[in-house]
């Protein structure tokens, strides 16, 4: 029988074993995005197709997709240029540059003039913003979702998620929502999807963001403690629905919505997405989607901005592959887009990657559409974004490069923090 100072000694060696193996994970991704990050200084992204911004009536709401980020900007400032009552502005990331400050301000000039300007942006994913850009004026409301939110609350998992969400509100007309932050490359380097929506579909938006601001705006802001309340109609828009990921009331739909489509899709799946790094049922779900004979299509950065994602990512390829699934590499520029169609008739266009973080850790908002006119858009749009892509074979997949095969296996136990 082994003595105590055995088993501690044992126990002593897994410990260190265990870390060694996730300093060495550590060390590899650091070394990896390091590396990277200086071979992409100054590159510019190369040209790719482009669709230009188009509208489908959905009952009495109408919505309009964007492609680039030009357009989407133009309209964006526009609506705000033209507010009489309220802007509701929330975004990720909002660089400090000169988009950024054509967003600032705008923003300002409308409180200026007495409209109410309520603006969100997440703390985390601005640290490297100037101090200077994020002065406000006082007529605007502010809240800077915090770096760390979870206080003393440090074993509270609900309080870990970022706000990576884009709405904006603007009176009770229209609002946009989808995947395009606010800076300069997003503008002209970076194909993204937003949309655009008028009528009854504007507000469930206001309610999202009133919803957050409410749960958040104590000890946030500089402004009075009263709650955000709006007047919106009760009715709902039986077409066009706006789901929410919510951890502080571990509310996750989104992962919901997807494969409750994908699990009843009979014709095809095409999914885009800039970041893949799903659980297993999600893949589980487009694996069997595609054995019973379904196109399932999957299109993914060739090289993202983030390539500890794409390494890990890669390690889901073998399945996919072997199923059936078409997996499509956009080449020359970063696709942020996160939108499907599924059998024609149901979409989704927002925030949320086909990622942990955006499935079950972040605020992220969805619009999931149930309409032939908008799917058959988006389809449109997917097959234009196909053909800038670089199909991914069985075969060249299965004969890489044992270094990669390697570099895949160590960094995949990372999966559940991304």
């Not at 955000?228 to 066009?240: D, M, V, Y």
């Amino acid at each position: 029988m082994r003595s105590w100072p055995d088993v501690d000694r044992v126990l002593a060696l897994v410990r260190r074993t265990l870390l060694w193996v996730f300093g060495l994970q550590v060390v590899i991704a650091v070394t990896m995005s390091l590396v990277d990050s200086y071979r992409r200084r100054g590159k510019k992204s190369k040209p790719f197709p482009l669709t230009s911004p188009h509208a489908v009536q959905i009952g009495e709401s109408s919505v309009t997709t964007y492609t680039f980020g030009k357009d989407l900007y133009a309209d964006m400032l526009a609506a705000i240029e033209g507010a009489q009552r309220q802007i509701l502005f929330e975004t990720y990331i909002w660089k400090g540059d000169a988009t950024g400050e054509r967003f600032k301000t705008a923003l300002a000039a409308a409180a200026a003039r007495g409209v109410e300007v309520y603006c969100i942006y997440d703390g985390f994913a601005n640290l490297v913003v100037s101090p200077v850009f994020k002065r406000f004026p006082s007529s605007m409301k502010v809240l800077r979702f915090p770096v760390y939110a979870a206080g003393w609350r440090f074993f509270d998992l609900r309080r870990y998620g970022r706000d990576h969400r884009k709405i904006l509100v603007v009176d009770d007309t229209v609002g946009f929502v989808g995947g395009y932050n606010i800076g300069d490359a997003y503008e002209t380097e970076w194909r993204d999807t937003h949309v655009r929506i008028t009528g009854p579909g504007v507000w469930d938006l206001k309610r999202a963001f009133a919803d957050f601001w409410n749960l958040h705006r104590r000890r946030r802001i500089r402004h009075s403690e009263r709650p955000l309340l709006l007047e919106t109609a009760s009715q709902w828009e039986p077409r066009i629905r706006v789901q929410r990921n919510v951890p502080r009331l571990w509310m996750f739909p989104i992962r919901s919505m997807y494969l409750e489509a994908i699990n009843r899709s009979s014709k095809n799946v095409w999914l885009t997405t800039a970041y893949f790094i799903p659980d297993q049922d999600f893949v589980d779900a487009m694996k069997a989607a595609a054995r019973r004979g379904v196109d399932v299509r999957l299109l993914v950065p060739l090289k993202s901005n983030h390539i500890v994602a794409d390494w890990i990512s890669r390690g889901y390829f073998s399945q996919l592959l072997d199923a059936g699934v078409k997996v499509l590499r956009f080449k020359g520029a970063m696709v942020h887009a996160k939108t499907a169609t599924v059998d024609g008739t149901w979409s989704t266009v927002g925030t949320a990657n086909i990622d942990r973080l955006s499935l079950q850790g972040n605020y992220e908002i969805n619009v999931e559409v149930i309409d032939a006119g908008l799917a058959a858009q988006l389809e449109t749009i997917f097959r234009a974004d196909e053909s800038n892509c670089v199909p991914l074979t069985k075969g060249e997949w299965e004969t890489r490069d044992l270094h990669r095969k390697f570099t895949e296996y160590v960094l995949a136990p990372l999966r559940p923090l991304l």
